[in-house]
DNA sequence: GGCGCCGAAATTGTCGACAATCGCGCTAGC
DNA sequence: GCTAGCGCGATTGTCGACAATTTCGGCGCC
């Protein structure tokens, strides 16, 4: 536990903390020692408290009465339903953004759509990177403040297991179409096919969970 | 303000300011003043902070920095935006428990049924909580834990448009089919039909909402 | 030698006090 | 008479200390 921020006001302590969790900065079921925090970041024990009351809330920390805070590490089983969930709520969420799409939007997508092509096939960093810019333009674009808040909150949980299958090897070359697809469908102001798509796209992303374990 | 109760634990503070917010003890748009609510209740501001914290978290109050809580005013744009989520989650819902249905749970099924086509026509309370208990059983079968946890947090704060709609002259002879369609479903194992009736039923909800105002 | 009880250390929960911030009314100046 | 700036009351945010709870190790007893 490196105390690399010497000083560290409340407001931004949940900022980092939860940054350090989803990026595997604390392993998971580590336990996080309020004392030990409020050492490390320099704040006080309350601040350290509300942060950690606060991520609670949000899924990220497990919190037992009288026997403290750990890491939340999420199981299979769970990260398969958070995908279920996602399903019905990016699905929405697509639907949503197909009626809202304006010209400029469709243009945008356009050239998304063609960086999207090529990024798969050679970087894939670039490639991930962008597929989480279009998930994040449909969520701006859907304008569904309530459905937003509660993906925002589930992708922090699954990021983990998100992340080790975005490298597996050939993930790509069966996901990249799978945005297209989905892409085709909201320039096209197709909701029900846009939603339709999205679905079958997170549906081969539980498959392939499944598959990889 | 009445201070019901003299001296409460931290523990069930969070769970009573909750039940006074969902069953309308306190007003939409009410200043909660942690130092009022800590003499009310006979707890330290410390508790009520906290609680105030989960509250926030569950989106039943809202907390601007500095500037203190309020209990949160759900507007008619939300409370449908929180019926389209459900309609993706609970739909997921009903397909699970379609799945898992066991005999037994067909036969406790077929009595509800029953009891909903007669309470529908008599005993508008009476209905509605047997609504209620069949939404609770539905996720009960489901076991579908990340998606009932959110649907718990969106009904606490759709309730009070639920509410007014529940006694709505004519709305239970529409809904009472749409509950019996949604059981038929369940008992016939087809999970497909069983989200797709659910989705219907969440949908004739949205439309009864937006033509009440 | 194993099992259960007691006690100490570690950790969380609670409290009251102090500091920081915000909103509003009051005064002064034009 | 109106506006800008100041200051005061009200409320939230932060802190350190104390109380309560759990956990773990040692000791005695069977």
Redesign the interface.
């Known amino acids: 536990m490196t105390a690399v921020t010497p000083t560290a006001t409340r407001?931004d302590l949940t900022k980092i903390l939860r940054d350090a969790i989803v990026s595997g900065e604390f392993a998971p079921n580590q336990r996080l020692i309020e004392a030990d925090l409020s050492a490390a970041y320099g704040a006080s024990r309350?601040s350290v408290r509300?942060a950690l009351?606060?991520l609670g809330?949000?899924g990220l920390v497990d919190r037992e009465?009288n026997r403290g805070s750990r890491v939340r590490a999420i199981p299979l089983a769970?990260a398969i339903?958070?995908l279920?969930?996602r399903?019905?709520?990016e699905?929405?969420c697509a639907s949503k953004a197909a009626e809202n799409i304006t010209e400029s939007g469709i243009a945008e997508f356009a050239k998304l759509r063609a960086d999207i092509l090529t990024a798969s096939e050679s970087d894939l960093f670039e490639y991930s990177r962008l597929n989480q810019q279009l998930d994040r333009r449909i969520r701006e674009i859907a304008e569904?403040?309530?459905?937003v808040s509660?993906l925002e909150r589930?992708r922090a949980q699954g990021v983990r297991h998100q992340f080790r299958l975005a490298f597996y090897p050939g993930r790509a070359a069966v996901s990249a179409p799978e945005h297209v697809a989905i892409i085709d469908a909201i320039t096209s102001r197709d909701p029900a096919r846009a939603e339709a798509e999205t679905r079958a796209h997170l549906g081969s992303v539980i498959q392939a969970l499944r598959t990889i374990g």
Not at 144 to 147: G, R
């Open positions: 407001a309350a509300t009351l606060e809330a949000e009465p769970e339903e958070i279920e969930v399903m019905g709520l699905g929405l569904h403040p309530t459905a509660i589930l």
